[in-house]
């Protein structure tokens, strides 16, 4: 079936690719530029402006917010123990806040880019000097904006060479960045707009991306090109895939060319040799490839995973309804690896991937259950303190001021919709400003019931409770957090992403976690240390982690459209002992934090 779609396509395009040039994406001269002059931590500086510019995508050309005119946005390369600064001025006409996705932030919460969080957005004219290390961590990491729906084109790699240049697996020969994105024809801050005033739902992403370029199934990469990594056979590859999609887990296969996952989330795994891999907004994977096949034009592809299951339609208007089933964009986005010894496409050399149905949880489990750290028996071997989070969707009354509905979904976690503070939480923490945020968010539920059953008796009602509520802990305490999984008018994966940390993922399940049965199946031997866990459709997740960076970190479900709901919370990490256990003041220019 997907040999017949494909034939036309690669036929037009061997016409097309022969004539016209291949965008090469190859990292390995910055690698090794790098390398060769290493001479220990450095501070590496960047002036970015975010302004509006033409770019062209999925057969339109518009103006979208970028980084220095460029989509994707200039990517940055450091070595472990760097200072990274980067001046960001907002020259667009709309609120912008770069976040730094997976840098740890030791000891500059002020610096973690989050709207209401750490700072207040940049409005147009200001700017802020982002500044921090990369110390203790080493890997694929981006960065993206922050607010509203901007992270669409505002976004790009940052990536963390160890010290030494040496990996815990042979040196690939080269490596690529393959960035993995959604892309809509409209302005993307329009769709959340008009998602948020019917209430029921967001307009479908119209392209799924791979480096900017949705590839070409989507009949546009004869305008565009399609993204291409040149191999030459018997060298090793090291692709750097960050989900950087504001809604879709996609799965990546690359035609006849197994996997070797070495890194989840900027930390090292087991090697694991795959044929599909599983990556959900917010995550990152370093997979090694061996161009070991007959010379040709191998495709990559990236498609949607579906994990929504509506298990309630009498509460739902029918468009909602119709919106919730066609939840994800159903063409794959694709890249090609081409053999430097063999044309472009031609049709009796070019292979595609075989991927698994859109709603095939099976691999997902398979895949994410496989990650082993490569550092054993590292888990803090006892948690202090015990949290259980619920996470679903809720309803709550629609504002006729600018909503044309009488419920509106939103999204919850033990119950609370978050509602953003005029003025940051960290900047009301540190300066002791009162009535920005309650104290009482609920270590667990109100009550317990039967989560992931819909018709549960005991079921309470669908609306959520409205509230700016942080959970404080202790500088040291070791957190031992339950993300169950609940059902409220549906089901569907959340990829929960926490700032300033990373965290064990112990283990998974289906239905309830039972606390007597559950925790006799968790890993704390060799668990994968990440920054983004997804919690599964109609199940739970267990993480441990150690609070130990002081400050105020967000924590919320990594699809936008969720965030947008309110699925989210911060925790304020307190000081601990001495100044290596303290936050220290905000930097001199902070932006006023007035809306
Ligand atoms: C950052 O850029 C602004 C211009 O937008 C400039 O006024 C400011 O001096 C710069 N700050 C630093 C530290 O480079
Ligand atoms: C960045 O932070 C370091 C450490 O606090 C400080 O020494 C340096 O002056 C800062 N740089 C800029 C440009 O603000
Ligand atoms: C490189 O550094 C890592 C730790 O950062 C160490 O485990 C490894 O042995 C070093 N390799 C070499 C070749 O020095
Ligand atoms: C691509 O073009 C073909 C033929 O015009 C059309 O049938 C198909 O729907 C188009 N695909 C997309 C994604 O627009
Ligand atoms: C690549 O895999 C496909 C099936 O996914 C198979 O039909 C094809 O023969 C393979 N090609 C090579 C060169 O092994
Ligand atoms: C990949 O798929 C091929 C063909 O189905 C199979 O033979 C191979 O064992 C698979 N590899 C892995 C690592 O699962
Ligand atoms: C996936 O969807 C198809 C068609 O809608 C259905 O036939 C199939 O049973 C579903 N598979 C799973 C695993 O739910
Ligand atoms: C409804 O929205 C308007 C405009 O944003 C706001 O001023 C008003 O306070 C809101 N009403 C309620 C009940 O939240
Ligand atoms: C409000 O929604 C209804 C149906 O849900 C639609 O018919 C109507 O046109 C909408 N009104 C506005 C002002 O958008
Ligand atoms: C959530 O909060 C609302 C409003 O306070 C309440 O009516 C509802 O019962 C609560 N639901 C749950 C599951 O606790
Ligand atoms: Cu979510």
């Not at 079936?1 to 965008?23: D, E, H, K, P, W």
């Not at 006409?93 to 840098?103: E, F, K, L, P």
């Not at 006849?256 to 996952?261: A, D, L, R, S």
């Not at 299951?309 to 081409?338: C, G």
Request: proline content about 8%; glycine content about 6%.
């Amino acid at each position: 079936m997907m040999g017949a779609r494909n034939v036309a396509v690669q036929q037009i395009l061997y016409v097309l690719l022969t004539i016209s040039c291949f965008a090469v994406l190859s990292n390995a001269g910055v690698r090794d530029d790098l390398e060769a002059t290493y001479d220990g931590p450095t501070t590496r500086y960047y002036d970015w402006t975010v302004e509006s510019a033409t770019v062209t995508v999925n057969c339109v050309t518009v103006p979208r917010i970028v980084v220095n005119g460029e989509f994707p946005g200039p990517p940055i390369y450091a070595v472990e123990g760097d200072r990274i600064v980067i001046n960001v001025t907002n020259k667009a006409n709309t609120d912008v806040s770069i976040h730094w996705h997976g840098v740890r932030q030791i000891l500059s919460n002020w610096h973690d880019g989050v709207p209401y969080i750490t700072e207040c957005p940049l409005k147009q004219g200001e700017y802020f000097v982002y500044n921090f290390t990369v110390e203790n961590q080493q890997g694929t990491v981006f960065w993206h904006a922050h607010i509203n729906w901007l992270r669409a084109t505002v976004v790009g790699a940052l990536i963390v060479y160890p010290r030494n240049f040496t990996y815990p697996y042979p040196k690939p020969d080269e490596e690529f960045t393959v960035l993995l994105g959604e892309w809509w024809n409209r302005d993307p801050n329009a769709v959340e707009i008009a998602g948020v005033k019917t209430g029921q739902g967001f307009q479908v992403a119209d392209a799924l991306l791979i480096n900017g370029k949705p590839g070409s199934l989507y009949n546009c990469s004869d305008a565009e090109g399609i993204s291409t990594f040149k191999v030459q056979s018997g060298k090793t590859y090291l692709l750097r895939v960050i989900n950087a999609g504001l809604n879709t887990e996609t799965f990546l296969g690359i035609a006849n060319h197994t996997q070797t996952v070495v890194s989840a989330d900027g930390e090292y795994v087991k090697p694991k040799d795959i044929n599909t891999s599983f990556i959900s907004p917010g995550q990152t994977l370093d997979v090694l490839i061996t161009a070991d096949q007959e010379p040709g034009t191998y495709y990559m592809e990236t498609k949607s995973y579906s994990s929504i299951m509506i298990t309630d339609t009498t509460v739902l208007p029918p468009i909602a309804i119709m919106s919730l089933r066609n939840d994800d964009p159903k063409i794959p986005a694709s890249a090609i690896f081409q053999y430097d010894t063999s044309p472009p496409l031609d049709p009796s050399h070019t292979f595609f991937p075989a991927l698994p149905e859109e709603n095939d949880t099976d691999p997902t489990f398979r895949f994410l259950d496989s990650l082993r750290t490569i550092y054993p028996d590292q888990v803090p071997a006892q948690a202090t303190r015990k949290q259980f989070f619920t996470v679903g969707l809720a309803a709550q009354p629609c504002n006729t001021s600018f909503q044309n509905c009488t419920f509106a979904t939103v999204a919850q976690i033990n119950n609370i919709t978050w509602v953003e503070p005029e003025i940051s939480i960290l900047k009301a923490y540190y300066f002791g400003i009162e009535g920005v945020y309650k104290t009482n968010f609920p270590d667990i539920p109100l009550r317990f019931f039967d989560f992931t059953n819909a018709d549960s008796p005991d079921a309470p009602g669908r609306v959520s409770e409205l509230g700016t509520r942080v959970s404080v802990i202790k500088y040291g305490t070791v957190i031992d957090l339950v993300l169950q999984g609940m059902n409220n008018l549906l089901f569907q994966n959340h990829p929960f992403h926490l700032h300033g940390h990373s965290f064990w993922v112990l283990g998974r399940g289906m239905g309830n976690f039972d606390p007597n049965t559950s925790p006799s199946g968790l890993n704390y031997h060799d668990p994968p240390f990440r920054f983004t866990v997804d919690v599964p459709s109609r199940g739970w997740v267990a993480i441990r982690w150690k609070a130990n960076n002081p400050g105020a970190w967000y924590f919320h479900c990594h699809l936008e459209k969720h965030t947008t709901w309110g699925m989210m919370m911060a925790f304020i990490v307190l000081n601990g002992d001495g100044p290596d256990e303290t936050l220290p003041p905000p930097p001199e220019h902070l932006t006023p934090c007035l809306t």
